[in-house]
């Protein structure tokens, strides 16, 4: 959670960080002639004492802030972030802002822990011209832990020296080492702003977007890829290696669109979903290319399509999140029909957007333009008294996105306008505070500081780290409690 404080703190210089008590005297000589002051202290103003006093305010903490309370910053306040609150911080700021972005796999390997690490991100621009947007292929290395100074650290080891060395007991003594982060990129044209980018999980060099000129567009970035490797850090492509234009284009939507999904079953196969009500399913040639069917047409009620996820387990079987409050199971063997239909918001609030549990596959979560978070049993998704398992309404904001982590099935994040949040439905709420909390007990963390956040996502490959996109840029963290 974010603190809020007139101002940063500004780094004092490491000589003046010493204990006064323990600094070393210096001899004086002709080329080091010390001053000494004949009336020391002697005199204090009054005004220099009010001032240092009002320095000091503003510089003081005034207390810790959360975007769930409703209460706005003043003007002139600014949050500081905890240092203390994560593991792993690094935060950048692009010429554009962005809608989208996903994680493109590497082979460093599963289930990282060890610092440093380094990511890779597929990501969209939304510039002010259509001509000016790109699809951005991003590498952060040497991401470091998160060192948080102590009065040890400042005051150094002779300012305590019945503190125990446990230098042979750190295994994990190298994940300490400050570290600059290096930053790679290569972007590709990309005629209209990118409303939605996804990778495909079983080859991640392949990268959809959805653009708000009416096309979806497929990406090979495998050439960038191999950059990346050969650079180690300092990556030069020449004119070649970057892609030009994508490898295949779709224009039969006849409107923009933000609904896209690969399906993680079949290799492949993808699925997209325009405004006006209409889903479009992809399916590869064994000569190249893609057969693309109509496989849902919006007649009598178009309701825009705001999200699609393939189920984790079934081939044929896919979700969409609609405006109007509905979400609805289709299978692709029975086109034009949906064969769950449930309006899960009675205000006919949006449903922004959906995720399908990977591990616990009759479980999704969902979204609302209400600021509604909720978990959904597909054992239990028909009939005209549908609740959902959980329930979480304390966003002042529509939520923005949602995913489950990919290994743990009680956890998932999500985004408002106003920051990101991670839920453990695990945690059971006390029966001594029930109905007591401005926030649910499952509530783990919030990051915040950005403005209007668009989207978030796990790592697939480094524990417990995500990545946020929002209209001031990007941050990659881990949280100090997971």
Not at 64 to 89: C, F, H, I, R, V
Not at 369 to 383: E, P
């Amino acid at each position: 959670m974010g603190k809020k404080s007139k101002r940063g703190r500004t780094k004092q210089p490491e000589e003046e960080r010493v204990a006064p008590a323990l600094r070393e005297p210096q001899e004086e000589t002709l080329d080091n002639l010390q001053f000494q002051d004949p009336y020391p202290e002697e005199y204090i103003l009054d005004d220099e004492a009010e001032g240092s006093e009002e320095e000091g305010a503003d510089m003081e903490v005034i207390q810790s802030w959360n975007p769930l309370s409703g209460q706005p910053l003043e003007d002139g306040q600014t949050l500081e972030m905890d240092p203390t609150a994560y593991k792993m911080y690094h935060a950048l700021t692009p010429d554009w802002p962005a809608l989208s972005f996903d994680f493109i796999r590497d082979d460093l390997g599963e289930a990282r822990t060890r610092f440093p690490h380094s990511l890779i991100a597929a990501i969209g621009t939304q510039a002010d011209r259509p001509d000016q947007n790109q699809l951005t292929i991003l590498k952060m290395s040497d991401l470091a832990r998160m060192h948080v100074e102590t009065d040890d650290d400042i005051l150094g080891e002779e300012y305590n020296p019945d503190k125990e060395d446990d230098s042979d007991e750190d295994d994990d003594s190298d994940d300490e080492v400050e570290l600059d982060p290096i930053i790679e990129h290569f972007s590709i044209p990309h005629y209209g702003g990118v409303n939605r980018v996804r990778c495909m999980p079983q080859q991640s060099n392949i990268v959809a977007t959805w653009s708000d000129a009416g096309k979806v567009h497929l990406f090979n970035v495998e050439s960038i890829l191999q950059r990346f490797n050969m650079g180690e850090g300092k990556a030069v492509a020449s004119p070649h290696d970057i892609p030009k234009k994508p490898f295949y284009s779709y224009d039969q939507h006849g409107s923009e669109g933000y609904a896209l999904d690969w399906s993680p079953v079949r290799k492949g196969g993808l699925a997209t979903g325009d405004c006006t009500g209409n889903i479009h399913l992809w399916d590869p040639r064994p000569e190249g290319g893609y057969a693309v069917s109509r496989f849902y047409e919006a007649i009598d009620t178009p309701r825009s399509v705001e999200d699609l996820q393939w189920s984790p387990s079934e081939e044929t079987v896919l979700a969409s999140a609609e405006c109007g409050g509905y979400v609805r199971i289709f299978d692709s063997r029975a086109p034009q029909r949906a064969m769950l239909s449930h309006k899960i918001h009675k205000e006919s609030a949006d449903v922004n957007v959906l995720s399908w549990n990977r591990l616990v596959t009759n479980l999704i979560a969902t979204g609302g333009d209400d600021g509604a978070l909720s978990v959904w049993d597909l054992r239990h998704f028909s009939g005209e008294a549908v609740k959902p398992l959980a329930r979480f309404t304390p966003h002042k904001t529509p939520i923005t996105s949602v995913t489950w982590h990919p290994t743990d099935e009680s956890m998932l994040a999500a985004t408002d306008d106003d920051g990101a949040y991670i839920y453990d439905l695990s945690v059971e709420e006390d029966e001594t505070s029930a109905g007591q909390l401005d926030v649910p007990p499952q509530l783990l963390f919030v990051h915040c500081g950005s403005q209007q956040f668009k989207e978030v996502h796990w790592h697939p490959q480094i524990t417990s780290c995500l990545m946020t996109t929002a209209l001031t840029g990007f941050s990659a963290f881990i949280p100090s409690n997971l």
